[in-house]
């Protein structure tokens, strides 16, 4: 009867344990069933994010490029201008310098002019001097 007794109180704990572990055993796979939902989740999120990741880079290389392209046609613009610049600063250089000289050509000629009529002049008045010197 003792042994009766304590196989059934060991039946009851085998029982007792059985319904535990079972309980456990349902408790895990509902919590690994949330735990690869998550885990589902979070790959679907890392996937779009890498997705979205790699659409960034591509717009930010194609404005990358965009922009080293647009620099350097306007590095080159910048370059040609202020050869133009340089050039032209040249160009007025070299037309000052022949004002200058066209300028100073004119008033030497105007110069020569004067001193022609004034030549002129004194010898009409020489001619003058020399008529009153016989008129008188």
């Keep these: 009867q003792v042994s009766q007794n304590e196989l059934d109180w060991f039946h009851q704990d085998s029982e007792t344990q059985m319904k535990k572990w079972q309980q456990e055993k349902k408790e ?16 679907e999120s890392n996937e779009r994010y890498s997705k979205t990741i790699d659409d960034k ?5 194609v404005c990358l490029n965009t922009f080293l392209e647009t620099s350097n046609k ?10 133009l610049i340089k050039k032209s600063q040249d160009d007025s250089q070299e037309c000052e310098k022949r004002a200058v000289k066209a300028e100073v ?8 002019t004067e001193i022609w009529k004034l030549k ?4 009409k008045a020489e001619g003058n001097l020399r008529m009153l010197k016989a008129l008188s």
């Design 28 to 43: 895990n796979r509902e919590n690994l069933k949330a735990l690869r939902s998550t885990a589902k989740k979070h790959s």
């Design 57 to 61: 880079e591509k717009q930010y290389n």
């Design 74 to 83: 306007f590095a080159n613009e910048k370059g040609k201008l202020e050869e």
């Design 105 to 112: 050509s004119v008033l030497q000629t105007w110069k020569e």
């Design 120 to 123: 002129g002049t004194i010898a």
